[in-house]
């Protein structure tokens, strides 16, 4: 039971009244035959630029400094971001750090222990409003543009949010069909997504590196969040201004930050080696493999530990390997280019090599360690239990 004296009465009125807004609005453009297929088309635009503006603003520039960037761009993503009314650049991550020093603990602000509605929405029910801003996160307070964006954040939000896409959808006479799909019912279906990061990141899908903590990758969250699904990875790695890291990862996100790099508008995207994250992963994947030999006799443990030591020395050698060629390649990038632009095409076709021999080595330990896994599956679901064919006996 929530105490009264805790509640924040108007995140709570938002928040409960926005949807019937949003939804009424919604019936009434419709049933009054005000339907426009270029307000759809501004709503769609509405919630990727406001969106963008939270995980792009507000998550990879502000709260995890995962690239540089221009502040004309600065200002853009944090008047965008605050269209999503999820309070000011400030406010959201100082919540949001908090989230990621305090995982699943008690200082966590959306500690999905305290369960899935409470991580969704209902921490923001009681939360505090923040006081004075130069004790937190001075690294955010000292840039103008966020003291900016805080103090006048309400009148910011509702020109940005609700006049902005009423003005432009009357350019074609429907500024109710702006106010109610592109602002009311887009903000709604944004919060709700973003607010999704929170809650269903942190209980359904895959523990890809950690299992230490809640975060899961879940790529369903990921196509409606603009790539934030990756979420088990992004609490591994959070400086990495990345969430899905394959290319073919719905990562939004990433592919703007990319474009606004190749446009000279922004620069040093932090972005985490393959060999760290790989290793990562093993280490996950040897900690439940060991986990189930554990249970198994002991001549198949041994089988199992010997079949993959050599595959892992294998692996060790080549992220040596990487290594040792990356730091000459980065020495290489800060010499005469003129006069060393053979070697350097040379350590570079090197270094791709090396790391697709280390991806080759990892994938080859994988595999083996899932064959083993599920023959080890087989065998527990057997009352049999295990026999080894003769050479693979201690
Ligand atoms: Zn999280
Ligand atoms: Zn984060």
Redesign the pocket.
């Known amino acids: 039971m929530l105490e009264s004296k805790a509640l924040n009465w108007p995140t709570i009125l938002f928040l409960t009244l926005s949807p019937i807004v949003a939804l009424a609005g919604s019936i009434w453009w419709i049933a009054s035959g005000s339907f426009h297929f270029l307000t759809l088309l501004l709503a769609v635009a509405m919630a990727f630029s406001t969106g963008l503006g939270i995980t792009a603003g507000y998550?990879?520039y502000f709260?995890?400094r995962s690239f540089e960037t221009i502040w004309p761009v600065r200002l853009l993503l944090l008047l965008f971001g605050g269209a999503c009314f999820e309070g000011s650049a400030w406010e959201w991550c100082l919540d949001?750090?908090r989230?990621?020093r305090h995982i699943d603990e008690e200082n966590d602000p959306y500690n999905i222990k305290k369960g899935f509605w409470h991580a969704h929405l209902l921490w923001l029910f009681t939360r505090p409003a923040m006081d004075s801003g130069q004790r937190h996160a001075p690294d955010l307070w000292r840039d103008p543009l966020v003291r900016f964006q805080h103090r006048l954040y309400l009148p910011l939000s509702l020109a940005v949010s609700f006049i902005l896409p009423m003005a432009i959808a009357a350019l074609w006479g429907d500024p109710w069909g702006g106010l109610f799909i592109a602002g009311a019912l887009r903000l709604v279906v944004n919060q709700h997504f973003t607010f999704a990061i929170n809650s269903v990141c942190h209980c359904l899908g895959r523990q890809t590196y950690s299992d230490a903590h809640s975060a899961r990758d879940n790529w369903f969250t990921a196509l409606l969040t603009y790539g934030e699904g990756y979420h088990n990875f992004?609490?591994e790695f959070?400086g990495d201004y990345r969430n899905g890291i394959r290319f073919y990862h719905w990562d939004p996100t990433k592919w703007m930050i990319r474009c606004l790099a190749g446009l000279k508008l922004a620069g040093n995207l932090n972005r985490v080696q393959t060999e760290v994250i790989l290793l990562k992963k093993l280490a996950l994947q040897e900690k439940k493999l060991a986990e189930k030999l554990a249970g198994q006799p002991r001549h198949v443990a041994d089988f199992a530990d010997r079949l993959l030591q050599s595959t892992k020395h294998q692996i060790h050698r080549a992220a040596e390997k990487l290594k040792e060629l990356r730091a000459q390649y980065y020495t290489m990038t800060k010499q005469d280019h003129e006069l060393a632009r053979e070697k350097f095409r040379e350590a570079k076709r090197q270094l791709r090599q090396a790391l697709s021999e280390f991806q080759q080595t990892v994938a080859l330990w994988e595999s083996m360690a899932r064959r083993l896994s599920k023959l080890m599956e087989v065998a527990g679901s057997a009352s049999g239990g295990w026999t080894l064919p003769a050479e693979g006996r201690a």
Do not use: G, S, V
């Open positions: 998550h990879r709260a995890h949001h750090r989230h990621h992004h609490h959070p």
